[in-house]
């Protein structure tokens, strides 16, 4: 049976699974790039994994935070070397750096997973309150990844309301990884801190990613608003030239 023969309900209904099978491809696809997939995640793990095991077996602060600097070094040459993007692996590199530069300056191996513990903390409050006052902070992150900027604020109200709820998902994560973690940083010792941060590395990760596919997934398509400029300046382009063959035409006759 050809699309013609076909009744209208079901070429409509033919019509809408392909549209939100193109919207959850391009959903999944704008995730892995602005949050690195799985494979930038772990890279972010290595460093961290790399400083407690070898602090859980010498007890050395400058062994480990070497280490765990270099093998994050390594991960960008690598990356830069099969020309990979390298966002994720750079901002990798300044994290285990910070981390490296505030134990080596205080002395307490601990100290190494302080700035993230803060960055994480500072994000989820972030997260939470912009989702509060209507500014979902991942709308700014992935409106420009999406091509629609922040067009979802006033012309695409369903957009909004699954960019607020990711949002809230990201910062309740957050938060509560926060809540386990600062904790652990005053009671526990830095082995034992550092293997927990390991072991919430990845699953909450996950989790707020697939939460934020789940909502955006059925959420309206985003308006490309690039593609309304791009529209917008060749109307005015034809629109010029119009007015100027019509011009050269009236000066022709006259």
Same mark, same amino acid.
């Given at each position: 049976m050809t699309s013609v023969d076909k009744p209208t309900d079901q070429v409509r209904q033919e019509g809408d699974s392909q549209q939100?099978?193109?919207?959850? $491809?391009?959903?999944? !696809?704008?995730?892995?790039?602005?949050? @690195? *997939?799985?494979? *930038?995640?772990?890279?972010?793990?290595?460093?961290?994994?790399?400083?407690?095991?070898?602090?859980?077996?010498?007890r050395d602060l400058h062994s480990a935070a070497i280490a765990a600097l270099s093998v994050s070094v390594l991960l960008v040459i690598v990356r830069l070397a099969r020309r990979?993007?390298?966002?994720? !692996?750079?901002? @990798?590199?300044? /994290?285990? $750096?910070? @981390?490296? !530069?505030? $134990?080596?300056?205080? /002395?307490n191996a601990k100290d190494f997973y302080l700035p993230g513990m803060v960055y994480g903390l500072g994000l989820g409050l972030a997260f939470f309150v912009s989702a509060l006052v209507g500014y979902p902070l991942l709308g700014i992150l992935l409106g420009p990844i999406f091509r629609e900027n922040l067009s979802w604020r006033t012309r695409n109200p369903g957009r909004k309301k699954a960019y607020v709820k990711?949002?809230?998902?990201? @910062?309740?994560?957050?938060?509560?990884? $926060? !809540?386990?973690l600062f904790p652990l940083y005053w009671w526990a010792d830095t082995a034992q801190l550092g293997w927990v941060l390991i072991a919430l590395k990845l699953p909450p990760m996950v989790l707020a990613v697939y939460f934020t596919w789940l909502f955006l997934a059925k959420a309206p398509p985003p308006i490309d608003v690039f593609a309304e400029m791009e529209a917008e300046e060749l109307a005015e382009q034809a629109a010029k030239a119009a007015t100027e063959r019509a011009a050269a035409a009236e000066r022709g006759e006259a």
């Open positions: 939100d099978s193109d919207t959850k $491809a391009v959903t999944q !696809a704008a995730l892995l790039d602005a949050f @690195g *997939g799985v494979r *930038g995640t772990v890279e972010t793990m290595v460093p961290g994994l790399l400083f407690v095991m070898i602090y859980t077996v010498n990979d993007t390298v966002k994720h !692996a750079f901002s @990798g590199v300044f /994290g285990v $750096a910070v @981390g490296v !530069a505030f $134990a080596l300056f205080t /002395g990711a949002s809230f998902a990201w @910062g309740t994560i957050f938060l509560a990884k $926060a !809540a386990i």
